[in-house]
């Protein structure tokens, strides 16, 4: 059972795809870190990295279990949209306290 060109293209792409995902979310938790070092507006103790990486993570892995779990085109589509929407939903009430 051979691979095809085309499957292992597919499969190439995919790797791509997912090295990138996780690189950008590695360089979005050192953005902070690298803004301290110039301002003092952006002060993170050890307990913000902490949450913004979980939060990294767990947008990572259900982006990735979307990927993996849903085949038709557009269910991963609304899948990861509803994932990123949450996300941004979790930062901001994180951020300046929407629902308090």
Not at 50 to 73: D, F, P, Q, S, Y
Request: charged share 15%; hydrophobic share 60%.
């Amino acid at each position: 059972m051979g691979r095809t060109s085309a499957g292992s293209s597919v499969t190439s792409a995919a790797r791509r795809v997912r090295l990138i995902g996780w690189g950008a979310a590695a360089a979005l938790l050192a953005l902070p870190a690298i803004a301290m070092q110039f301002t003092r507006e952006a002060n993170w103790g050890p307990e913000d990295f902490l949450a913004m990486g979980a939060m990294l993570l767990a947008l990572g892995l259900g982006l990735e279990g979307v990927h993996w779990l849903l085949k038709r085109r557009t269910a991963r589509i609304v899948g990861a949209a509803l994932l990123i929407f949450l996300f941004f939903a979790w930062w901001a009430e994180l951020a300046v306290g929407i629902l308090d």
